[in-house]
DNA sequence: CCGTATCCTCCGAGATACTG
DNA sequence: CAGTATCTCGGAGGATACGG
C-alpha cells in the first residue's frame, strides 16, 4: 500500500478547513488504520502472533515465511507504534526480544479473523467465479 | 502489495503437485485472496457500493473519491474477476453500465464490516499508543 | 542474535490522450 | 459516458553488509 492515506488528509485541508469536519478527520484517521491493517504483512504478523503466542524476531520471520528482515522489522514497529503488539527486550548476550500481542492487537485479530474466515469458507466460489470469468466473459448479462 | 510469499508458494504448487500439499495450495489461496481484500480500493469500493447498492462508473468513482480512473477500471475488474461484484452493461448511447455487489462481495462486506467498526471503536486507543510511544518509552510521563 | 543502513530494482498508480 | 493505451515516476520492498 502506498502513502495514500496522508495524502487525503492533506487533500482534506487544502479544500478547506471548515469548523464542522471533525467526524470527517475521524473518518480520515479510521481510513488511515484500515489502511495500516489492510497491509499483508501486518495480517500475517497478527496471525503468527495470535496463534504461537510469544515469539522472538527470528522465530516470528519463520513464522511468518518469506517476509525480509527489513519489512518484518518495519511492519511490527509499526504495529509497536499503533499498540498492536509488546516488545520486551532482555538486556543479554546473545541479545533475546520477545513479541506479543497486545489486547488491543488481539481485538484487531479476532475482527481480522472473520475476514481470514470469509476467505476459507468462500474460496470455492471465488475460484468458480474466476473460472468462469476465464471461460467466457462475452456472455451477454440480461438486462432486467 | 509486492508479489512474493505467494509467488514462492504458488511457484511450489507449479514445481511439483504434491497430494499431500492441498492443505498448503488452500492455505496459499486463502493468503492470495487475503492479499485481494488487503487492498485499500477494494476496500473503499466495496464500501461505497456496500451503501449505494448500484452505481455507474463515474458516480463510483466520485463515490470512492480521489481514485484513478486506471485504478478504479482495474480494481473493479479484478472484483468481478472474483465475483465480488456484478457488471452490467447497458448497449445504449450514451453507453451505461452499473455496478453492484453480488451476494458473496454483499458477505465480505458484512466481514470486512467487522474491522472497520474495530478502527472505529479503538481508533483512540491507537492514537493514545501512538502518542505515548512518540513520547518516549523510557519514562511514563502524563501527557497533560 | 537483533537490528539499522544502503543500494537497487521493479511495479503500482497517476496523468494524459485517444477510441467506441 | 466508459473505457483502453502509453508514459512516467515515486517509493515499496528485497538483498546485502555492517554495528551492537
Redesign the pocket.
Known sequence: ????AEDERIEERRRGPIPAEVDLAIEALVNDIIGKVA???TMLILEALEEHGVL????L?RAVG??????L?????QMERDGLVR?T?HPVI????D?ELTPLGASLGAAVCGVWIWAETHHAEIEQARRAFAAGRTVAEGVS
Not at 500500500?1 to 495514500?4: A, G, I, K, S, V
Not at 522472538?56 to 522465530?59: A, G, L, P, S
Not at 522489522?73 to 514497529?77: A, E, H, L
Not at 546473545?94 to 526480544?97: F, I, M
Open positions: 500500500m502506498r502513502r495514500t497491509d499483508k504483512w522472538r524476531f527470528t522465530q520471520g518469506g517476509i525480509s528482515q527489513k519489512m522489522t518495519q511492519t511490527v514497529r516488545r527486550v546473545p541479545p533475546r526480544v513479541y
